[in-house]
């Protein structure tokens, strides 16, 4: 399936001030139209980007709806959200600056997600957890196909740019370069109460031994490092 049926698409960089791989992108792609596509790059917290910190007075992908009266973070949502909501499909760029993989992160999986997804040069897709409420403020949870990207440690800032600058390009252009990811969903988390009990790795499998030293009866686990949260060590995820 290709989708050329999506005529626009939203680019949103700097939802967390300190990720500044969203000013380049603005910079690089600020709008622009194919005989097919347009699309438009905003910043979704020009105050904390400037500033350089993830938020002024909290965090704006916790924060949608959004609220007019609410904080920085709670206002900006719900100014920006009614514009992004126009679009077929908004793309949230996120720099990771935990020990994880690139990753296309998705609420709900679907034919026009997956056909934009097979543009970017990444190999993992993680799926949210759709019974969960923790993710009900994030901008995914409101737009129309919401996909986010975290272009992982592994990559210093210039390597995150030109990696995203390329995965633009793709989308722009509609050339479908990996397809056929894999995909996980995300199971449950472990607690900084745990760390350090046991060595993990990104996305390898939970060996028996692994699982029973975290009283883990599952099987098929993987850990996942995350960043973001006070309260989490890595999250893990089962694969689909």
Known sequence: MDFSHLKQIAFVGCTHGDEQLGRYIVNEFPFGKTDTLMYRTIIGNPDAMNLNVRGVEGDLNRSYPGDPQGNLEERRAAQ???FL???????????????????????????????????FDMDHVLELDKG???????????????????????HNHKEACQRAKRDIENIIAGN????N????????????????????????????????????????????????YDDKWCVLVQEL
Not at 176 to 179: A, G, L
Not at 207 to 223: C, F, I, V
């Open 181 to 228: 990811k894999k995909r996980y969903r995300i199971w449950g988390d472990l607690g900084l109460d745990l760390k350090g009990t046991v060595e993990l790795e990104n996305l390898v499998k939970l060996t028996d031994q692994q699982r029973e030293k975290l009283q883990l009866t599952d099987e098929n686990l993987y850990p996942i490092f995350i960043d973001g």
């Open 85 to 119: 909501q126009k679009y077929d499909v908004v793309i949230d760029f996120h720099q990771a600056f935990a020990h994880m993989p690139d990753l296309i992160i998705v609420k709900e999986w679907n034919e026009e997600i997956a056909a934009v997804a097979d543009c």
């Open 80 to 82: 920006i959200l009614p």
């Open 132 to 154: 969960s409420g923790t993710y009900t403020g994030m901008m995914m949870s409101h737009v129309n196909n919401g996909i986010a990207t975290e272009y992982g440690y592994a």
């Open 176 to 179: 479908r370069v990996k397809p």
